[in-house]
């Protein structure tokens, strides 16, 4: 089933980066899915399943924290860190819920970036991207696909993953 899904999502990479038509029965497909279960497919596409060596990012990267039960050296089987990715999505869903129908695509940024470059907070300013929402102003694009910065500089990969996550998800972008 993975691989028939991540199938789905290679297509729908190469549907919005080349233009190919014959994607399009699979871009159906894929948009028939829940929201939800387009962004852990997004999430796994682009997180990829860590392995010990990339302690203390387990899973699909998720960062351990002090008090969890996780021991470094030990590999999480797909269907563990499946459930790991799902139940932290949905906490950071929660933490948005009062945003409507941006939650999920503020819970996707969040699951990359951390909930402090978004909603503030360790040394971090409420973004623009928040800000924007929380006036009523629809025209988000542009800074939700600012956050696609590794160590200063802009990142395709990662201005690529927001790009997909903001057509796929976001709910002014159909």
């Not at 080349?18 to 279960?37: H, V």
């Not at 999505?89 to 951390?114: I, M, W």
Request: aromatic share 10%; charged share 25%.
């Amino acid at each position: 089933m993975r691989n028939n899904l991540r199938k789905h999502l290679t297509v729908l990479l190469a549907c919005f980066c080349i233009g190919s038509g014959s994607a399009q029965p699979m871009l159906r497909r894929l948009m028939e899915l829940p929201p939800f279960e387009r962004a852990v497919l997004i999430i796994k596409h682009y997180e990829t399943l860590h392995s010990p060596e990339h302690w203390p990012t387990i899973g699909y990267g998720h960062v351990v924290q002090p008090g969890e039960a996780y021991h470094k050296g030990v590999q999480l089987t797909e269907l563990q860190a499946d459930a790991l990715l799902r139940k932290d999505l949905r906490k950071f869903c929660a933490l948005y819920r009062s945003y409507g129908a941006d939650s999920l695509l503020l819970a996707c940024l969040s699951y990359n970036c951390g909930p402090a470059r978004v909603i503030g907070g360790n040394g971090y300013r409420k973004s623009r991207l928040l800000r924007r929402i929380e006036a009523g102003d629809r025209n988000i694009r542009a800074d939700y696909l600012s956050f696609c910065h590794y160590k200063g500089k802009c990142h395709f990969g990662i201005r690529r993953r927001r790009w997909i996550e903001y057509q796929l998800l976001c709910s002014n972008s159909k």
